[in-house]
């Protein structure tokens, strides 16, 4: 069956999409965790024997090979029936194996697993274990709409894949040297009558000026400044005179940040 997304709507009335995991992924972390408690497993034996191999040259009034072996089931019990269930409440719905899959486990309404349902949910997989190897969960997740085994029904719980961060934009050259000059649409107020009156000849000359800002010799860069200064700014109620370079630079680059969001797709 193909992973499927969900849309779930928070009380804010956000909506938020989740792709479901589906039983690649959920039998892939499944068999990374089995991994890691086949080796914690088989390390606790091994300890054991150590143990009752050291307490067999010990007076045979003094040992007492029951009290080890009673020790190392105690373990064994705590980390193969509390691993699932301690690593999904205390790690954010994710095991070990979950982490390096990319998956977790959510409630239902998109919140965070809550000790309860962690217990649930993994307390019923001695039933989606039966008859054997996993076959019951591995039928119900295959059939279910939303990739659910028994447990995450009784629980209330899906599991989903991490919402992964989205990448930074890479910036331009021009956005580079705007940001790097601390620039933003706010530096320059113009009232909503002047901004529509700027149109699509505007922001052609902000556009070649900004695409050609770094591509042109200094003196050329201030000779084209000026031009574009004495066109645009009187547009704008701003005076040419009385203002250094820079401060044109600044504000064509402003002004060409105001007009980006309305031309640039239609240039």
Same mark, same amino acid.
């Given at each position: ?173 021009? &956005?580079? #040297?705007? +940001?790097?000059?601390? *620039?933003?649409?706010?530096? /320059?107020?113009? =009232? %909503? $009558? ?50 250094? &370079?820079? #401060?044109? +630079?600044?504000?064509? *680059?402003?002004?060409?940040? /105001?007009?980006? =969001? %309305? $031309?640039?797709?239609?240039?």
């Amino acid at each position: 069956m193909n992973e499927d997304h969900l849309d779930i709507k928070t009380p804010e009335y956000v909506s938020i999409q989740f792709q479901l995991a589906g039983l690649g992924s959920r039998a892939a972390a499944f068999i990374i965790d089995q991994v890691l408690l086949m080796i914690i497993n088989i390390l606790t034996i091994v300890v054991l024997y150590f143990v009752m191999d050291g307490m067999s040259s010990m007076p045979f009034f003094l040992v007492d090979n029951s009290i080890p072996l009673a020790i190392a089931l105690i373990i064994l019990f705590i980390v193969n029936g509390g691993y699932f269930f301690v690593f999904e409440f205390f790690s954010g719905g994710r095991t070990l194996g979950k982490k390096l899959v990319g998956i977790r486990v959510l409630q239902e309404n998109g919140h965070s697993i809550t000790l309860l349902s962690s217990f649930i949910r993994n307390l019923i997989r001695i039933i989606d274990s039966l008859p054997t190897a996993y076959f019951l969960g591995i039928v119900m997740i295959f059939f279910h709409s939303k990739h659910k085994r028994l447990g995450d029904l009784v629980a209330g719980t899906i599991v989903v894949h991490e919402r992964k961060p989205k990448r930074k934009k890479r910036l331009s050259t021009i &956005e580079k #040297e705007i +940001e790097n000059r601390g *620039l933003s649409m706010n530096d /320059l107020t113009l =009232d %909503e $009558w002047t901004l529509k009156s700027l149109g699509m000849k505007e922001w052609k000359l902000l556009s070649t000026y900004a695409s050609r800002f770094h591509q042109i010799p200094l003196a050329e860069r201030n000779q084209l400044t000026q031009q574009m200064a004495e066109i645009l700014f009187p547009k704008i109620g701003m005076e040419v005179q009385g203002k250094l &370079e820079s #401060e044109w +630079e600044d504000t064509l *680059l402003v002004l060409y940040l /105001l007009l980006r =969001d %309305e $031309w640039e797709f239609q240039f």
